[in-house]
């Protein structure tokens, strides 16, 4: 079976969400009331410090509160900085020219996967793979937690060749997984 098709922004955008989905663990992080007695906590301790400095008469009130104005303005202007570097960032990786964006070709035999790029050509044996998703118009199929080989949907003519080729890709990954 062979694919040729031309991957979009909204194609790497989607696929970008799905392995930050797949790649986070609930387990990391604080989570429900750990998280919440924690920003309790560090307000606590903010405000019961704010108290002990305007107390000590180390700083008046009035620069206080001046601070207070200028840190809260610093930060969000390094956020808005971040959020626009990276938009910037984003922008120029997925230009129209980009490799990313450049027809690719996929072939799938009894081997394997052959992947045909712009600049590259890539042949992966099925042990390569452990899953295949079927979300958000990709089908992905997933070497390891957060790569995989992204195959839009639409390149399939309806859905009964897309549940064929699912079918198929998980047949072969099943064929070549250790016993």
């Known amino acids: 079976m062979e694919l040729t098709y031309r991957l979009t922004r ?8 799905l392995i930050r989905q797949r790649v986070a663990s609930p ?5 429900g009331w750990k998280r919440t007695a924690a920003l309790v906590t560090a307000w606590l301790a903010l405000v ?4 002990a400095v305007l107390a000590s008469g180390v700083i008046d009130e009035h ?38 964006l450049s027809e690719s070709r996929v072939t799938l035999d009894g081997d394997g996967v052959v992947c045909f790029d712009a600049n590259k050509t890539t042949r992966y044996s099925w042990r390569a793979f452990g899953d295949v998703t079927e ?5 992905v199929l997933w070497r390891d937690r957060g790569q995989g080989l992204i195959v839009p ?24 997984a250790p016993a």
């Open 27 to 31: 387990a990391t992080g604080l989570q």
């Open 135 to 139: 979300q958000a118009g990709l089908i």
């Open 63 to 100: 620069t206080f509160w001046v601070a207070c104005i200028a840190y809260f303005g610093g930060a969000c202007s390094v956020c808005l900085y971040c959020l626009f570097l990276q938009r910037r960032y984003l922008a120029n990786l997925l230009t129209d020219d980009s490799s990313f």
């Open 153 to 176: 949907a639409r390149v399939l003519a309806n859905d009964d060749a897309r549940r064929d080729f699912v079918t198929l890709v998980r047949e072969r990954i099943a064929q070549a």
């Open 10 to 17: 909204n194609d790497h955008v989607q696929c970008c969400k």
């Open 48 to 51: 019961l410090l704010t108290l």
